[in-house]
């Protein structure tokens, strides 16, 4: 009797990784909003892992700069498609003030405002 092989679940629709290097049953898919440089450098990272024991949670990480200092911010899958389309309808102009307005709350959950 053969073994049967199973071949890996298939790439996310999201994803934009080239995973012909990866190692059998371990891939990471990765798909990213931006970066959208000039001020603010904003940007959306979606990760997600396959192990053998099945796919991770997928990570969606926000990041952006405001006055010189770069914030990091997990944001939750079910909202990131709006954060991707808040981003994708931003004009270019934009992004510094929006940059601006997210280190503000930023710093004031920090209590540093």
Known sequence: MSETVQSPAPCPKWCVA???ADTPGQRLHLAYVGPFSG???VMLRYA???TAGGPSPIVVRLSFV???RRFLTDIDWP???D???ILGGLDIRSFGEFAS???DVAR???GEA
Do not use: F, K, V
């Open 108 to 110: 004031t959950l920090d």
């Open 48 to 50: 997600q892992a396959d």
């Open 66 to 68: 405001d006055e010189g």
């Open 79 to 81: 909202i990131a498609a």
């Open 39 to 41: 001020p603010g450098e």
């Open 18 to 20: 080239d995973h012909s």
């Open 101 to 103: 307005a997210l280190g």
């Open 83 to 85: 954060w991707s389309r």
